[in-house]
């Protein structure tokens, strides 16, 4: 079941997509490829979007390098919108600005911190490398390089248990002490490294945001291939989704959005955030380039959608009491609908009731998690978003294992399954008939 030739290529591509994506700029720049490869025209948000924007027409906005938002604008210009959600980040350890310290004269190891909550024994004793992008001076003024030293580079190497007896009853890591990699002996010099694969001078770097990477490849194991284990699936394989989604939605009334932020990992709080007024802008910005004033708008709000893709826990085989007694979920079982009394996911009984259709009608599984009543969650796009832009919400995810691992796990068939709910969602027409009743075609 699980070789079946749409998982198995759906999951090499999301592999590739990976591999090629080690920090969020990265991982832009590759939807934005292709995006171009499947029609879409980029816009600059400090151009004028109207008299560009026509119906029939395929676009996409890039802010900060790291979050993008593609739409198509169906004949009927009156649509609501169908909007997905997704972020590029992943949980990480950001390179300081004066970053080598030099240890004893042998050896020379970065200065990091974390970002986002990782968990951090699963950095150790594995090749690492850095990638990011680079600031760099011009006659002009200043460009933005991105950089990826695309070998095996750095490790944090463990501590031997001869030094740490204890090390097996728990340990409390220390972020500035346990956590800098090892790039070299006493000459390697990290800047100049980042200027040599980047093909830039090392002194007209200004400043850089750059990160750790695992540089694991993504794989399939088990006793049928059933499972895949890949950096970054939290959240990219959903990002992944998304784009695959709207490149391949057939045509449908609705304007079909898919919002790719960044910084999800650390509150959504930057102008790239799901906390921006990026989404917010952009939807503006269409409705205006289509005629519509702000009570279009709101009329256009009002018979929209959102659903919010970050992925999920399943049931963990050796911890199965950390799940909710009866919202369990599993690998391969089909996409999570994520739910939360305290709305930190925003689904509610309409938004869930209306997906939950377009599912079964398209024979697409899907499960339901709820947090252990005495186990807080975290917080996602959704509700974030909505702050900025109020719609129907829909919380849901991939189910995965080891969320916020260096590496993840996830089911094999899950991937397809939500592609396959995705399309559906942007295929289908969602209209409020009356005051909590909606027709779903």
């Not at 909710?324 to 009394?341: E, H, M």
């Not at 186990?375 to 969320?403: C, F, K, R």
Request: charged letters at 20%; hydrophobic letters at 35%.
């Amino acid at each position: 079941m699980y070789n079946n030739a749409e998982y198995v290529n759906t999951n090499k591509e999301l592999f590739d997509f990976i591999d090629k994506s080690p920090s969020p700029f990265h991982a832009v720049e590759n939807m934005r490829n292709y995006l171009k490869e499947n029609g879409f025209t980029e816009l600059s948000e400090k151009n004028k979007w109207k008299g560009v924007i026509t119906a029939g027409g395929k676009y996409f906005a890039v802010r900060n390098n790291s979050s993008v938002i593609a739409f198509t604008v169906p004949q009927n210009t009156q649509a609501g919108f169908s909007i997905l959600a997704a972020h590029s980040d992943s949980p990480t350890f950001k390179i300081k600005e004066l970053s080598d310290m030099k240890v004893e004269g042998n050896y020379t190891k970065l200065n990091t911190e974390g970002y986002g909550g990782m968990i951090m024994s699963t950095w150790f004793d594995k090749p690492l490398s850095v990638a990011g992008r680079l600031i760099v001076k011009t006659e002009n003024g200043t460009a933005t390089k991105l950089v990826d030293i695309d070998r095996d580079f750095c490790a944090i190497p463990n501590l031997a248990i001869h030094m740490n007896r204890e090390i097996n009853n728990g340990y409390k890591y220390n972020a500035q002490k346990d956590m800098l990699p090892l790039i070299g002996n006493e000459n390697a010099d990290l800047a100049a490294l980042l200027a040599e694969s980047a093909g830039v001078n090392k002194e007209d770097i200004l400043s850089s945001d750059v990160f750790l990477y695992n540089r694991q490849k993504g794989t399939f194991f088990g006793a049928d291939n059933e499972f895949i284990m890949c950096p970054k699936l939290d959240d990219l394989q959903c990002a992944f989704s998304a784009m695959k989604a709207i490149t391949e939605s057939a045509e449908s009334d609705r304007i079909k959005v898919s919002a790719v932020f960044d910084n999800e990992e650390v509150g959504s709080g930057t102008k790239q955030g799901a906390g921006s007024t990026f989404l917010y802008d952009t939807l503006t910005r269409i409705n205006s380039a289509l005629g519509g004033d702000n009570e279009d708008f709101i009329c256009r709000l009002s018979d929209s959608f959102m659903v919010s893709c970050d992925n999920a826990h399943a049931v963990h085989p050796n911890y199965t009491d950390k799940t909710d007694p009866t919202n369990r979920n599993y690998l391969n079982k089909g996409l999570v609908i994520k739910f939360n009394a305290n709305q930190k996911y925003t689904t509610d009984g309409v938004s869930a009731g209306i997906f939950k259709t377009i599912c079964d009608r398209n024979e697409v599984p899907y499960q339901v998690f709820h947090n252990r009543s005495d186990m807080p969650g975290g917080s996602t796009l959704g509700n974030i978003s909505n702050a900025h832009v109020s719609l129907n919400t829909i919380d849901i995810g991939i189910p995965q294992l080891a969320m916020h691992s260096s590496c993840e796990t996830a089911g094999a068939k899950d991937t397809f399954d939500t592609i396959k709910a995705l399309k559906a969602f942007l295929e289908a027409d969602i209209t409020e008939t009356a005051c909590g009743e909606y027709s779903v075609k």
